[in-house]
T-cell receptor
Framework: DAKTTQPPSMDCAEGRAANLPCNHSTISGNEYVYWYRQIHSQGPQYIIHGLKNNETNEMASLIITEDRKSSTLILPHATLRDTAVYYCIVMSKAAGNKLTFGGGTRVLVKP | GAGVSQSPRYKVTKRGQDVALRCDPISGHVSLYWYRQALGQGPEFLTYFNYEAQQDKSGLPNDRFSAERPEGSISTLTIQRTEQRDSAMYRC??????????FGSGTRLTVV
């Protein structure tokens, strides 16, 4: 699976949009971009995924660049409960749907 | 059930003992995954199943670790002759079609 690069940490103001970047320059054509988050000691929580089109759901939006080498997860109105570690993962369904977690970005939402 | 259920939530065992960790996935979910997570680290893949078939066990650290899912539903991760370095949170996840995973609350294993 392609490797991803994320900033180790970032702060965000409550009520503002949080934009979380992820680089995946070696992504191949059949690999999806997945985002998960882990709040404190809970299990990771699925947020969103996409292949090449931008995606939006009730939790977030995913913007994938045209060359697919990077993506941005957008939390439109961050709340204190969004404080978590956010993982960007590239996964090939053909290779067994195995998620490989990297270091993630530790997001702290401040009041 | 409504979610992925793992038991026990906490397990303290003496070094050298065997432990069995149980995972009850969401009903109907085809794929089941086991991960291990050390404090402050991201989850580390151990193994996964599609139905009852173990598809990939490349993440199992050594031959003391094994997993089974005999009827394609409940899975058991067994660690034989536990060592202190096995102490971690063990997490199970299931997936309907290999897409978004749903994780359980995990089993916190402490080997003393």
């Amino acid at each position: 699976d392609a490797k991803t690069t994320q900033p180790p940490s970032m702060d965000c103001a409550e009520g503002r949009a949080a934009n979380l970047p992820c680089n995946h320059s070696t992504i191949s054509g059949n690999e999806y971009v997945y985002w998960y988050r882990q709040i404190h000691s809970q299990g990771p929580q699925y947020i969103i995924h996409g292949l090449k089109n931008n995606e939006t759901n009730e939790m977030a939006s995913l913007i994938i660049t045209e060359d697919r080498k990077s993506s941005t997860l957008i939390l439109p109105h961050a709340t204190l409960r969004d404080t978590a570690v956010y993982y960007c993962i590239v996964m090939s369904k053909a290779a067994g749907n195995k998620l490989t977690f990297g270091g993630g970005t530790r997001v702290l939402v401040k009041p | 059930g409504a979610g992925v259920s793992q038991s026990p939530r906490y397990k303290v065992t003496k070094r050298g003992q065997d432990v069995a960790l149980r995972c009850d996935p969401i009903s109907g979910h085809v794929s089941l995954y086991w991960y291990r997570q050390a404090l402050g680290q991201g989850p580390e893949f151990l193994t996964y199943f599609n139905y009852e078939a173990q598809q990939d066990k490349s993440g199992l650290p050594n031959d003391r670790f094994s997993a089974e899912r005999p009827e394609g539903s409940i899975s058991t991760l067994t660690i034989q002759r536990t060592e202190q370095r096995d102490s971690a949170m063990y997490r199970c996840a299931s997936s309907l079609d290999g897409g978004g995973y749903t994780f359980g609350s995990g089993t916190r294993l402490t080997v003393v």
